[in-house]
């Protein structure tokens, strides 16, 4: 039957940690260090830092534990979990398989930023601490009309390679150390970066919310982050929950993979952001942000150069544990509707990918004017799914698990027939049906129309 290679699929995550490694793998990314730092910059700081974490609180949690809990009930991939609940929900899926297509189109360029950086730091091109240099050498970089676009294809290479072998022993022994060498390494640069001269106002910038910087955009950009960093609003939870064993407590899962993924974030502005202030940059800079200052606080530490090294290794790491997820939430879906093989569907879409991801690449550099609906390639890509695709994902799904499904079947699998505690079982019926879309419906109307 077609559920063969959902069965295998499903022993990868066969251990508790297995699949807590593999959800927290697919959230924690670029999202968090390259641009979670830098969306804060560009919104003023505080103020979106708080509105991202009143966000993840109500909307967040819920969507987290509502997802993993749909995946389980429908032991099916994205589309196939939408259709079980109604026919009339198809589409939801099959929007949250385009939205991974996309994301990955561009995410695979950044991808191949952070090839290139390894490749700067073991020649020793990025030690150095003049900030005008750094800039410079960054732009020069992206803006390059060949260069990032192979770097981009070596990421996206490298991508299918592993969803190629299906994700095995590999990545999850490699996630077991990737992730706490990952936790630690940022924890050192925080702390370096806070200590510079010159630290403390960009930890009030981070830390200080100016509520008059507050506006519709800025929310719409706080909610799309949430989605983008937590992997919610397309699907990918919602498969990974289709891979969990019934006893699983759900409510624990929805709980920790938010934790570590904020912690991860807010570190990595904590590491960014008062650095930028330190040095001289400016926070609003844009996707530049992570490039250009974190080589100048390296330059400042003792074996800096080493450390940048094994800095952006693992930053790449992070990447692949995320950018698998995404090219494997399109290649089930694929393999499973229109039955094509694994190995043909996974080469067929990877191009695809790599070819659509080439003109996000040339918005950087010689494409830069080229402009639709007043964005260029990068940012509309972005808009489209992270400011639209993903909230409308959620909003969805709220509706397919408070409305169409039913909070009381809901609840009856998250906690296993009642075996699980949930203790805010109420309180979460309350926001999935009413807070989150409504809240989501809201900011999603308001800035768009
Ligand atoms: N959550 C990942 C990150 O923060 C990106 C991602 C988005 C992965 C959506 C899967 C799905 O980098």
């Not at 959902?6 to 593999?22: D, N, P």
């Not at 999202?31 to 109500?58: D, H, Q």
């Amino acid at each position: 039957m077609e559920t063969k290679q959902k069965t295998t699929e499903r022993e990868q995550w066969g251990s508790k940690t297995g699949f807590l490694l593999a959800a927290a793998g697919s959230a924690v990314g670029l999202g968090n260090l390259w641009k979670f730092p830098y969306m804060a910059g560009k919104n003023g700081g505080g103020v979106f830092v708080f509105v991202y974490i009143a966000i993840l609180v109500t909307i967040g949690f819920t969507l987290m534990a509502g997802e993993l809990t749909l995946g389980r009930y429908t032991q099916l991939n994205a589309l196939g979990a939408y259709r079980k609940i109604s026919k009339k929900l198809t589409w939801v899926g099959a929007m949250g398989v385009l939205t991974a297509f996309l994301i990955l189109s561009y995410y695979s360029v950044i991808g191949g930023w952070v090839i290139n950086y390894i490749i700067k730091s073991v020649t020793g091109a990025i030690s150095i601490s003049d900030t005008e240099t750094l800039g410079n050498m960054f732009g020069t970089m992206i803006s390059n009309p060949i260069q990032p676009i192979l770097y981009h294809a070596v990421f996206m290479i490298i991508t299918l390679v592993i969803v190629f072998g299906g994700i095995g022993d590999g990545i999850e022994k490699a996630s077991k150390i990737m992730m706490p060498a990952l936790f630690i390494m940022i924890i050192a640069l925080a702390i370096r970066s806070v200590t510079l001269p010159g630290a403390s106002a960009g930890l009030e910038f981070f830390l200080k919310p100016d509520f008059s910087k507050l506006s519709i955009g800025l929310v719409l950009d706080a909610l799309g982050q949430v989605f983008f960093s937590l992997s919610l609003g397309m699907g990918i939870i919602i498969t990974y929950g289709s891979y969990l064993p019934k006893n699983e407590n759900i409510p624990q899962s929805a709980v920790f993979i938010p934790v570590v993924d904020t912690a991860v974030a807010l570190l990595a502005g904590f590491a960014i952001l008062p650095a930028v202030f330190a040095l001289g940059f400016e926070p609003s800079a844009g996707p530049g942000l992570m490039f250009v200052t974190l080589p100048a606080v390296f330059a400042k530490m003792p074996f800096g150069s080493l450390f940048a090294l094994l800095f952006f290794v693992l930053v790449l790491l992070a990447a692949l544990t995320s950018s698998i997820s995404l090219l494997e939430v399109c290649v089930s879906y694929v393999v499973d509707e229109w039955k094509w093989s694994r190995k043909k569907t996974t080469m067929v879409l990877a191009l695809a990918i790599f070819l659509i991801g080439v003109p996000t690449s040339l918005s950087f550099g010689p494409w830069a004017d080229i402009k639709i609906f007043g964005k260029n390639f990068f940012d509309l890509y972005d808009f489209i799914t992270s400011n639209v695709f993903l909230p409308l994902g959620g909003l969805m799904s709220c509706i397919t698990i408070g409305w169409v499904w039913g909070t009381d079947n809901a609840i009856k699998e998250a906690t296993s027939n009642g075996k699980v505690k949930f203790a805010l079982a109420k309180v979460w019926c309350f926001l999935i049906k009413w807070v989150a879309p409504v809240a989501i419906g809201i900011v999603f109307y308001r800035s768009i129309f």
